[in-house]
């Protein structure tokens, strides 16, 4: 027995001493961003080795205002992810509510396209999307070519109409012998149930739009219509530019979806995962 | 039956309207520009444009030699240790499983622009972090930026700090779906834990693993914004291009939509074979 319960401590140890170096690696250099956030930049480009906070925090982030509009740039990146999240959330838990509940012609082909086209790199679309959105519509810097083109997102189908397709049918036929309409059943009793799911896409979302960089880089380049990300990119790689700065910024990126990760991380691994789950 | 077709469809137009215009449209758009000659007002078709310019192109082989190579090496090594991070998180020995789980899922929602910032940073010549730390245990310090082969770790060591906890959330969700008795039976009889793992866990996961991997490796294709921002534009000398920066410079920074398409259906046709590979790895033993 004591053997036994020794052989579990020497299991328990080995795990934790191969665990904690990878995991202190892996939070390096987050931890780095928020030194360097709070250092003058001549403190980062000294000789010595820096691992704690400084005070400079604030220094920085007037130091990127100087460097680029941030403060407007962010007010522009939560205005769109809110926007974006939000009619992204509607327009596919109502394709997934009716790909799962109701039975009609072209349900086959709209399901087996979404499908099939759900491996192509998005690489393929950029370049007509741009076209598009920039010549033919006229839209460059505006707001709509930031929150439209990307609602074509499939995961929110796919994932809302797995959430309804396991509801069990009683609980809307129920209401459809009592004579509610169906889009009000789907409204007051299809979507409070969801709320779970909703609650994980709406993460999901929100976080992507957030971090979009490829498709507001191209898309809305001039200064007073770029995201944050956007902003923030156009310094990198520039000679006379805070890095301090620019680390500031990053931390004004990364903290907030930090927090909301370590509050709702049930969510968000919920929704990491269902995409594998099937 | 037509009532139902109704109701269905005014739930789905909204979405669809946007899906046809912003998603369908545009992959067949862009296989029709890569057959036309975009340089001159107005595009006519020329078939072998793009197509034949692809062909014998330098600058497409090296963008391509770059992406197979961060593919085959940073794509297997990622997973395994995301294999690693999920069975070592769902160990019912480990303390403080929470503290774990955050470092290594918190990369997760950090965006690529702050964490290319931070490893620029991190890695350069003579401030970086990382060179101040080997030369602190008696290794010459690394010019990250200015060889080929160290650049190219780099992107693949960032690519892999990003990507590797996002992967152990799906494995992890996988492991936690296998049953414990399977487990329980096999300590009756005395098989050690090490051939559980491989004989038991990993034939059960195999569905994740390759899912996992047709993700990474579909995701890797498109690298941009790492040598973009980290490597400057796929420095040094072009030494870490890849497609997805080779598309955006013939695409948005010469205008060339023609060349650009060709270089974008490329990928595609990498994706489609692929996706193909996963298939048949995951058909059904007969």
């Known amino acids: 027995m004591t053997s036994r319960s020794q052989a579990r401590l020497g299991r328990v140890i080995a795990l934790h001493l191969f665990l904690t170096p990878l995991a202190l690696i892996w939070l390096f250099p987050l931890w780095m961003m928020v030194v360097f956030s709070t250092m003058p930049d001549n ?74 086209t759900i491996t192509l790199p998005y690489a393929v679309v950029l370049i007509p999307q741009f076209i598009m959105v920039a010549r033919d519509f006229a839209l460059a810097n505006t707001w709509i070519a930031l929150i439209v083109p990307p609602l074509f997102n499939s995961l929110g189908v796919l994932f809302m109409r797995q959430a309804f397709s396991m509801m069990p049918a009683e609980l809307f036929d129920a209401a459809r012998v009592e004579g509610v309409k169906e889009w009000r059943i789907f409204l007051f009793v299809a979507l409070p149930l969801a709320r779970p799911m909703l609650a994980a896409l709406a993460i999901i979302l929100f976080l992507a739009s957030w971090n979009n960089y490829l498709w507001p880089l191209l ?14 990119g156009t310094l990198i790689g520039l000679t006379k530019v805070s890095w301090g700065g620019i680390m500031a910024g990053a931390v004004m990126l990364t903290v907030p979806m930090l927090i909301v990760f370590v509050l709702l991380q049930r969510h968000f691994i919920a929704g990491i995962a269902a995409g594998a789950v099937k | 039956m037509r009532t139902q077709n109704a109701t269905a469809y005014r739930f789905l137009t909204p979405y ?31 078939p072998t444009f793009n197509w034949g310019r692809l062909i014998g192109d330098p600058a497409f082989y090296n963008a391509l030699k770059n992406t197979l190579l961060i593919l085959v090496i940073q794509v297997p090594v990622m997973i395994a240790l995301a294999i690693v991070m999920a069975v070592l998180l769902n160990s019912p020995l480990l303390k403080a499983r929470g503290l774990y789980r955050f470092a290594f899922f918190a ?13 620029r940073l991190m890695f350069s010549l003579d401030f970086g972090i990382v060179n101040k730390l080997l030369e602190s245990v008696g290794i010459s310090k690394i010019d990250w ?46 098989v050690s834990r090490v051939k559980q793992f491989f004989y038991i866990t990993l034939p059960l996961l195999k569905p994740v693993i390759v899912f996992c991997a047709v993700l990474s ?45 060709a270089v974008a259906y490329t990928m595609a046709g990498l994706a489609i074979a692929i996706t193909l590979v996963q298939l048949w790895l995951m058909r059904e033993p007969k």
Not at chain 1, 51 to 80: E, K
Not at chain 1, 101 to 113: D, L, M
């Open chain 1, 43 to 116: 403190g980062i480009f000294s000789p010595g080795i820096e691992l704690l906070p400084h005070d400079n925090f604030l220094d920085n982030v007037a130091n990127l205002q100087r460097d680029t509009n941030f403060i407007g740039a962010i007010g522009i990146s939560v205005s769109v992810a809110v926007t974006y999240t939000v009619l992204s959330v509607l327009l596919t838990s109502m394709a997934g509510w009716a790909l799962a509940r109701y039975e009609f012609h072209g349900k086959g082909a709209v399901v087996a396209i979404i499908f099939g």
């Open chain 2, 217 to 261: 490796i579909i995701g890797t294709m498109q690298l941009f914004t790492e040598p973009f921002l980290i490597t400057e534009r796929g420095g040094p000398g072009g030494g870490t291009e890849t497609l997805g920066l080779l598309l955006y410079r013939q695409g948005f920074r010469s205008l060339n939509f023609g060349y650009a398409s």
């Open chain 2, 107 to 119: 990369p997760v929602v950090v965006g690529e622009v702050a964490y290319s910032a931070v490893f």
């Open chain 2, 145 to 190: 930026f200015s060889n080929v082969t160290p650049a190219m770790a780099l992107i693949m060591i960032a690519v892999t700090w990003r990507w590797a906890g996002y992967n152990a959330i799906i494995i992890l969700a996988g492991l936690q779906s296998i049953p414990e008795d399977v487990y329980e039976a096999a300590t009756l009889d005395r």
């Open chain 2, 16 to 46: 669809l309207l946007i899906f046809a215009i912003f998603w369908i449209w545009p992959i067949i758009s862009s296989f029709i520009i890569s057959f036309q000659a975009t340089r001159t007002v107005p595009w006519r078709f020329a």
């Open chain 1, 219 to 232: 898309i809305n380049s001039q200064p007073g219509a770029m995201t944050a990300p956007v902003a923030l």
